[in-house]
């Protein structure tokens, strides 16, 4: 029997020598990651405890209370998922879908095909319904869908970072009660900068991140599930086909058992924790004004240069604007300009809109009015540059 | 068609007043996670970028780079999952695995579970060889499961976090090849901290974590796959059922395409590029002869006080360490106490070890002399309180 390792040495080939980590300051006014409040960066860099710490098993039921508010949700199961938003988006297919169900999805831009995607890898036979880049879907259309194809489950975006529409919401919950299927909403460039308003619209699942309306890094991904997606969940036949996703595992962690499943990344909790406090402290309905009144800003700001918006105004979300990129220009050049001679991230275009839209944050602690004269400014002393 | 949400107002029924947010300090003697270092802490703190910004992308290069040197591989697909070790402990199931393959799990400890668990999940054939809880397995043992199964993957756990075990990994490699099975290895509570030689032991794929041998908080998983792996995926059949945790994707972004996934936790890797450049600083084998060194004076120490170690010396972890808890003591009673008297955190035992050790980590920044002559102090005063 082998009791010893063999004697190797250290191979320094990939030792390299690198000084401390810096950052360049950035002013992240692109789809996100937006710029995160001081106060959240201070609680990230408070050192590590335990996670099965009665401290930090406190701190875990404040930031699921806070969640609830954000959300305006009564969930029992809202939780912080360790994981970025994609991570939560996948938790929600993941644990609802069995193999054969029939999911609809309703895309109108790039998350929507997300997923598609994802439901398809879960075995869910996936069908869609499609809108052009810039739009949002009509409820006529949606309950056409809905009888075509008596879906178990619609998933819907409701802030498309990809086009900057808001997806208007009223009836669709009462319409995927009325056809006996459960009602998914991305919630990711919505939660804490556009009016949410979870149980009143009868939405059974949802996901968002942390780095855009809540002011935090990126790196976790809040999920929340009610009582009708709880019920599918516990009528699986098989175990959920994802370990470090699946809501019965830690519901066990997060519920009162407190069961151990994963190290959970605490210091982002703090940091969470710290940004949903800031947003209650605030107030949602402030936040959401502030929102809307900086992006109103924005808008007739960039009008009065003689831009035009992606979106009509009436769907247009305050957190994320798309603006068309005049046909002289090379969006892709002005931007690089923006981040290299002034620290300023706007995007570009993503998808069937690359090339054709810049994408222009209002986000979480950067929706301020400083930060819409410094992008009025910047548009008008340096696009002027970039015209052919 | 709606273009108007109703009128609702917010439910103020979650909105709960906290103060800021402020953790109790402590000193992270259990499993894991353990203290970070201060410049660690420090890095993660700083502000967000965008996971596109050139910036980043170098930054994702050092750690990359970093990241090889630290396992001592070669391996181009290498990087931080985003999410904890178990997140990157899937991702090497979920890649690797096809329906019906034939998976061997050696169990030696509650991680073994969980890879079996796993490979379940992924739909593969799953077969385990078993170990008692504090024992390694021999090459004969391992060469008798591969000739009875055949499997295509063979999953280990180097350092089992539950026990306090090291698998001797002389000629494992070997016998993977000899029977055309690729070598998947759990290196959670080994890197950094142990030797390890992934290459060298012809290791196909592993995964660890961010807060134990790196001195970073939890919420990255490193993954790295050699060609071997990476041929076994290029040849599936159908799509990784796992988007978030895909390879092939994310090799699109982390690879020289740079194509965007999701959007990265870009302080947590600010944070990890700094713990790895530490740890080159120091250079590997300091760092791995500071755990040895400082695991033999708390192994002694603990003897002197008429303590038994749970693991025999020749397969005992230098960087957590199974305590046998005396037929007397309530071993529970006495870590409450070290942690609300003392903010000093050890774990108790999992699985079929809860209730019968303790487990110290002594692991990255935390493995330091005054932390041995801490907990040596704690025991030596405070234990005696507990006896029966």
């Known amino acids: 029997m082998q009791t010893t390792q063999s004697m190797l040495s250290v191979d320094n080939q990939h030792k390299k020598v690198f000084g401390p980590t810096k950052v360049p300051d950035r002013l992240l006014l692109g789809p996100g990651p937006s710029n995160s409040d001081p106060q959240v960066l201070n609680a990230i860099s408070l050192n590590p405890v335990g996670h099965l710490d009665p401290f930090y098993i406190a701190l875990m039921g404040e930031v699921q209370e806070l969640l609830r508010y954000a959300w305006q949700t009564n969930n029992r199961l809202t939780l912080p ?6 991570a939560a988006m996948e938790a929600t297919m993941a644990n609802i879908i069995e193999p054969g169900d029939t999911v609809l999805v309703g895309i ?20 869609t319904v499609e809108k052009e880049w810039g739009e949002a879907f009509t409820l006529e259309e949606i309950e056409n869908a809905l ?3 008596r879906p178990s489950l619609f998933a819907i975006v409701h802030a498309e970072t990809s086009t900057g529409v808001c997806q208007p919401m009223d009836g669709i919950g009462d319409l995927c009660r009325k056809y006996n299927c459960l009602l998914l909403l991305d919630t990711v460039t919505s939660l804490g900068g556009v009016p949410l308003f979870l149980d009143s619209w009868k939405v059974d ?3 968002s991140c942390s780095q855009k309306g809540l002011s935090c890094p990126p790196g976790l991904g809040p999920f929340t599930m009610n009582e ?28 009162s058992d407190r069961v151990y499943h994963h190290t959970a990344p605490v210091n982002m909790n703090f940091g969470i924790r710290e940004a949903l406090r800031l947003l209650a402290e605030e107030g949602l309905q402030n936040s959401w004004d502030r929102h809307k009144n900086n992006a109103q800003e924005l ?15 009436e769907l247009r979300l305050p957190t994320l604007t798309t603006v068309s990129i005049p046909p002289d220009v090379d969006g892709k050049a002005f931007t690089l300009h923006l981040l290299n001679n002034f ?21 979480g602690y950067n929706s301020r009015t400083e930060n819409v004269e410094k992008v009025l400014s910047l548009f008008k002393s340096e696009l002027p540059k970039f015209r052919n």
């Open 228 to 255: 009708r997606a709880e019920a599918k969940l516990a009528e699986r036949k098989g175990k959920v086909p994802n370990w470090y996703l699946d809501v019965s595992l830690l519901n066990k962690y997060w519920g």
């Open 147 to 149: 009888i075509k194809y």
């Open 205 to 207: 699942l949802a996901y």
């Open 81 to 86: 998922m360790s994981g970025t938003g994609s």
């Open 343 to 363: 620290g300023v991230e706007i995007g570009g275009g993503l998808g069937s809109l690359a090339g054709k839209v810049w994408r222009i944050g209002l986000m």
């Open 299 to 313: 808008w007739s700001g960039l009008e009065n240069l003689g831009l035009k918006m992606h979106v009509p105004i």
């Open 108 to 127: 109108k831009g790039y998350f929507g095909n997300r997923l598609a995607d994802m439901a398809d890898r879960y075995r869910a036979n996936v069908q």
